[in-house]
């Protein structure tokens, strides 16, 4: 047992009250994250605001991913694809044929997600594993490249000028300044809350992270019920899913469905903060970094997946000197977990289930549930 | 609870427990009519006649045993009618009414569950969410009844949660209700498929070769509990190898060889007929007597 699972037994044990309070100091620290300019975590060479906006598209990803291949367990390789068409969508609406502010975008960006997940799911699902990997390559290189080549896309120049979020300037947060070596209060240096500007990048990812926690919600909510067990039933005996009345293929264009949504969400929120997206932005290797992440951090469980976002959108960006050799380094580092540890570092866990459905038995035997 | 079942060398079942099948398929004949008609099924691959002109009926409360040689296409008859394979000619009526082209888990809806050969349970989940998956054949919860934890999905859950337990109990497994299905002892994970295919309420419960690596007394348990399930309100179908449990147990029997139904009628008819004890029983007999 790692200690990330003993920490997290420890807080399960915990009474309620307690619990709730610790979660709230957490969420605040996470909060207050690029603001607390912690030493060694804060990254030296770019602004820690951006780099932990990036860091949680990557989880945005990842979670959505884990809806893909984790709960239905359908590998898809063209991830990447649905990032794209919503931060094109958004782009296309707000900047190139149209002039909507970034807020009315992102729903539409979530539904052209939504319709391209069908679109792409209704005749391939059909297929499974291996074969169902190559098509969705194949899906992710086809937006790439259907975007360099469409005119009406800008082809490789790409989109600029895209709107930011709507803001506003309410008040200003100070951050902490360590210099000294202990933590100061830094009244100079500031954050006005809810300025989404070009150098204020601290906002983009409270947005993100907002975005997430409710991305977690749902996720929560959808897993834990007769979507999810049929997800898992599907993933673990597809032929026998079906003869036990899951409606299978529903299930996994569901799922990907569901997925792509998350992506395209992703893919807005990247658009709206970098004001500038090309096709550039959407290669082949982020599907695979896309992958890693749900894979190190452990397919199928949600917190698992989150620490394996960020292991793949953190380190590269803290360790900039050695970005160039990231490939490399992911490379082994897969390698070694696919030899050490294939369910990756926090597969899902099976014990924290059954106390839930303990608890839950409970209720049914002491509440007298009616049925 | 789970720490008396760990030293159970035979396993235990509950027979009181009512886990009669919820009245989730319409109406239902009578008992003793036709539930489920065989007609003319013709199934060929290629060039190979796998089923070959077969037609036997299963009347309602009956176990009928469906019995013949290694590849004689017990499951393949079995798959034809669960929806896995598309019968050549000929077809398979439930209720009176062709099962036409259903889909798998439209058939598993109508009222057809089974068990498989090969044990193939929901490794990685619980035995209670594998009970759960089956229960849930009849939910209609979908993404906006759980996540806005609609009234729908909080009545699904808790009935779902109810008749899984009450199935687990039956079968003795209450206290393994959260271990994953892949640590459970073979037997364990042979009574867990049962009361997964239980689970779906079906009017028919196919099971296909339950006694598989079973030894004598727990043959004997599952002979037991074969009865119960019938008594509960199922209607079974077994395929068996085992002739003493198939002859102990069922009312009436069908003997498949090469494709071809050879002999149909009560346990002691088919143990006489001479077709059968040429293609199947003849080594057999002479060995159990």
């Given amino acids: ?371 | 609870m789970s720490e008396a079942f760990k030293d159970e060398p035979v396993m235990e079942i509950n027979p009181d427990v009512d886990i009669a099948p919820e009245p989730v398929g319409g109406p239902i004949v009578a008992e003793g009519e036709k539930l489920l008609e065989v007609d003319n099924v013709t199934l060929r691959f290629g060039g190979v006649v796998a089923l070959n002109e077969v037609s036997f009926h299963i009347n309602k409360g009956e176990i009928l045993g469906l019995i013949g040689p290694n590849g004689a296409g017990k499951t393949t008859c079995f798959n034809v009618m669960t929806g896995v394979y598309q019968p050549t000619s000929g077809g398979v009526r439930y209720l009176g009414k062709p099962l036409g082209k259903r889909k798998k888990f439209q058939i598993t809806k109508l009222g057809i569950a089974r068990t498989f050969q090969n044990i193939r349970l929901f490794a990685n989940m619980t035995a209670l969410e594998n009970v759960m998956v089956g229960v849930d054949a009849h939910h209609s919860t979908g993404v906006g009844s759980a996540m806005f934890r609609l009234p729908k999905h909080r009545r699904e859950e808790a009935e779902g949660l109810a008749r899984a337990m009450e199935l687990l109990e039956f079968m003795g497994l209450r206290g393994k209700a959260n271990e994953l299905a892949r640590n459970l002892p073979y037997g364990d994970q042979r009574r867990l498929e049962i009361a997964r295919a239980l689970a779906t309420s079906p009017q028919l419960l196919c099971l296909d070769e339950p006694a598989a690596g079973f030894n004598p007394a727990e043959k004997a348990k599952l002979m037991e509990l074969i009865r119960t399930i019938r008594d509960q309100g199922y209607t079974v179908l077994l395929i068996e190898h085992d002739m003493k449990l198939v002859m102990g147990v069922t009312d009436r029997i069908v003997v498949l060889e090469f494709g071809r139904k050879i002999a149909e009628g009560s346990p002691a008819e088919v143990r006489d007929n001479p077709a059968v004890i040429a293609a199947y029983l003849g080594v057999d007999e002479e060995d159990a007597s």
């Fill in chain 1, 1 to 371: 047992m790692s200690y990330a699972q003993r920490g997290m037994d420890w807080v399960r044990a915990l009474p309620k009250p307690a619990k709730i309070v610790l979660w709230v100091l957490f969420l605040v620290f996470l909060f207050a994250l690029p603001l607390l300019n912690i030493p060694f975590i804060t990254t030296p060479d770019s602004d820690f605001g951006g780099v932990l906006f990036t860091v949680s598209t990557y989880v945005l990803v990842a979670l959505g991913l884990n809806i893909v291949v984790g709960y239905a367990g359908l590998l898809d390789l063209g991830y990447v694809g649905f990032y794209a068409i919503g931060a094109y969508t958004v782009g296309v609406l707000s900047s190139l044929h149209g002039s909507w502010p970034w807020l009315w975008t992102v729903p539409v960006a979530i539904g052209a997600a939504l319709i391209s997940g069908i679109l792409l799911g209704a005749p391939t699902l059909r297929v499974r594993g291996d074969y169902l990997a190559i098509v969705t390559l194949g899906f992710g290189e086809i937006v790439r490249l259907t975007l360099v080549n469409s005119q009406w896309l800008n082809g490789a120049q790409g989109i600029s000028n895209i709107p930011r979020p709507p803001g506003a300037e309410l008040f200003e947060v100070p951050s902490l300044d360590w210099s000294s070596g202990a933590p100061v209060v830094d009244l100079s240096n500031t954050t006005t809350f809810l300025k989404f500007g070009i150098t204020d990048q601290i906002p983009y990812y409270w947005l993100a992270l907002s975005v997430i926690l409710l991305v977690l919600l749902f996720d929560k909510l959808v897993k834990d019920s007769r979507v999810g067990r049929a997800w898992e039933a599907t993933r673990e005996d597809e032929d026998a899913a079906e003869l036990m009345g899951v409606p299978t293929f529903r299930f996994k264009l569901l799922a990907f469905a569901l997925g792509a949504c998350i992506g395209g969400l992703s893919g807005a929120l990247f658009a709206g903060k970098a004001g500038f997206i090309s096709p550039d932005s959407f290669v082949l290797l982020l599907s695979i970094l896309f992958i890693a992440a749900v894979v190190v951090g452990g397919a199928g469980n949600r917190w698992g997946v989150i620490l394996g976002a960020i292991v793949v959108g953190y380190f590269p960006e803290r360790f900039r000197d050695f970005a160039d050799f990231r490939v490399l380094v992911f490379g082994l580092a897969l390698m070694l977990l696919a030899i050490f540890r294939p369910q990756g570092i926090l597969p899902p866990r099976r014990a924290v289930r059954a106390i839930e459905a303990d608890e839950k038995l409970e209720a049914l035997e002491e509440g007298e549930v009616r049925v």
